[in-house]
């Protein structure tokens, strides 16, 4: 039986608030990881009630390395979130993929390197299947939402997760057009990866804000540059995700490959689990680990 869904929202650079929610609270949440990135809001819009968390806090003050993943997607998973739509910013390697244009992501190239990326480094080994790293059901409700606001997007696309908070050499951005990657950014990994560990379907909305380094015709990319884009996406990007919550229900998740992952992904003895590991892991993997 499917479990009650609830949906969790991800803001990135631009989206440290949620405007027009009916009621609205911060609240602290403790992970065995450390702590999150901000309070967790927990709002309500009609009868739904969501989670949102400012990636970089409120202010901006986490650089992209910095941020505590684990303990971001923890925290989610502890309120009851089945469902993440993560809002980032990001950068264009494709000329028809303008600043202002919205791209649902449907896959990544992880070029991090300086992060802990999964829940599972210590005694207890998992491997989940990253293949399809976003929900199907959940790009699907974007596509709808984004049609009926008349925003302009992308279906599909590969997301290069670079390590930051460096922008890219111009080698390194033509590179990336070489492999035919879309968009660049420096946050959805290893979020998503984590996202998958916890069994909680995953799909980012990737919001254009420049050309990265490689158009001819267009200055290198600077953070005013970005934050003028970011303002003027912040409405579209806050209409689309009151849209999501009003619709995302009626998208069957049924088949998505976060469903139930973790049956075939742990790999170690039962008896080599000990006790203070199997409760470190409680939410992201209580369902399996205390199977008798």
Not at 176 to 193: F, H, L, Q, S
Request: aromatic share 8%.
């Amino acid at each position: 039986m499917m479990k009650k869904r609830k949906l969790g929202i991800i803001g990135g650079s631009g989206l440290y608030k949620m405007e027009g929610f009916e009621t609205t609270k911060w609240k602290k949440i403790k992970t065995s990881w450390g702590n999150p990135s901000d309070e967790i809001l927990i709002a309500k819009l009609g009868k739904e009630e969501i989670c949102f968390i400012p990636r970089h806090s409120r202010g901006h003050t986490i650089n992209p390395t910095n941020i505590n993943f684990r303990a971001n997607i923890d925290a989610m998973k502890q309120l009851g979130v089945t469902d993440i739509i993560s809002v980032s910013a990001v950068g264009s390697l494709k000329e028809n993929l303008n600043p202002g244009k919205f791209v649902i992501v449907d896959q990544f190239i992880d070029r991090t390197f300086s992060r802990i990326k999964t829940f599972f480094d210590e005694e207890v080994v998992a491997h989940v299947s990253m293949a399809k790293p976003t929900s199907p059901s959940l790009s699907d409700c974007c596509e709808l939402v984004l049609k009926k606001l008349n925003i302009e997007f992308q279906k599909g696309g590969t997301y290069v997760v670079m390590e930051g908070p460096q922008f890219s050499t111009l080698a390194e951005s033509n590179l990336y057009r070489v492999w035919g990657a879309d968009v660049i950014g420096m946050t959805n990994m290893p979020e998503a990866k984590l996202a998958r560990e916890a069994e909680i379907r995953y799909c980012t909305v990737a919001m254009v804000t420049d050309y990265d380094c490689w158009h001819p015709d267009h200055e290198e990319v600077d953070v005013s540059m970005v934050i003028q884009t970011l303002q003027k996406n912040a409405s579209n990007a806050q209409n689309m995700i009151k849209e999501i919550i009003k619709t995302f229900k009626n998208f069957s998740p049924d088949k998505d490959p976060a469903n139930d992952c973790l049956d075939v992904a742990i790999i170690t003895d039962p008896k080599k689990r000990t006790k203070k590991t199997i409760k470190k892991l409680k939410y992201i993997a209580g369902r399996v680990l205390n199977k008798k």
